[in-house]
């Protein structure tokens, strides 16, 4: 069975060899009609049209997988797989202009659902320059395509705990630690109730502290 880090290994390079079939399917398209100067036909018009859906849509569905795969957490991996995203996306602007070019021609809709390819969008907007998104947000615009994903960010996997909240916890724990040590040395001789309560003072204060450390 795989790892969590070998399935998004895998995932990798399954979107290498996607790019490459899509590659392969549109090179001789293209120089048939920019070479050759000869109309496309309907069926090269929908193997490229299915050959680019697999590919984007693949790229689109690691970014969800990957999150849940725990990848996110490796900054390398996240800000690296971000340029992939921002590559893939300015590779759809020039798929889509080349689609609806000819679609009227072969009468077939070609045009992506509102949400589409929002996940690969945060990705580029939440880890790369502000530049980039901005400059990749605007060729969309001008594309006329779909950017739900430059506009609203993901919600968050789970509610980070604010700064101040550790530091409240940790001073309190401190507290009750030194408290339990200083009359367990100062109250003398100990009763068994005086005893009790030391002791539950001390293991409020162990777990909340221990509660606070990573791992």
Not at 2 to 28: F, G, H, R
Not at 33 to 58: A, E, M, P, V, W
Not at 183 to 209: D, H, K, N, Y
């Amino acid at each position: 069975m795989l790892t969590n880090e070998q399935c998004v290994v895998q995932a990798e390079k399954e979107i290498s060899t996607l790019k490459e079939d899509y590659i392969t399917v549109l090179t001789p398209i293209v120089t048939k009609y920019q070479t050759d100067k000869k109309s496309i036909s309907l069926s090269d018009f929908l193997q490229c049209q299915q050959s680019g859906n697999r590919y984007f849509n693949h790229v689109e569905q690691l970014v969800g997988d990957s999150g849940l795969l725990g990848a996110h957490i490796n900054g390398k991996w996240v800000t690296g797989f971000a340029e992939t995203c921002h590559s893939v996306l300015e590779t759809l602007v020039t798929h889509m202009t080349f689609l609806r070019s000819w679609s009227n021609t072969f009468n077939v809709n070609v045009e992506p659902d509102s949400n589409a390819y929002a996940n690969m969008q945060r990705m580029v907007i939440e880890y790369l320059p502000k530049n980039q998104s901005r400059k990749l947000k605007h060729k969309f615009i001008e594309a006329k395509l779909p950017i739900t994903g430059f506009q609203y960010k993901s919600a968050n996997d789970m509610e980070k705990t604010h700064l101040w909240k550790e530091i409240v916890a940790i001073i309190i724990a401190i507290l009750f630690i030194l408290g339990a040590i200083y009359f367990t040395f100062t109250i003398s001789p100990l009763s068994e109730i005086q005893i009790f309560v030391i002791r539950s003072i001390l293991s409020i204060g162990l777990a909340m502290l221990g509660f606070l450390i990573p791992g």
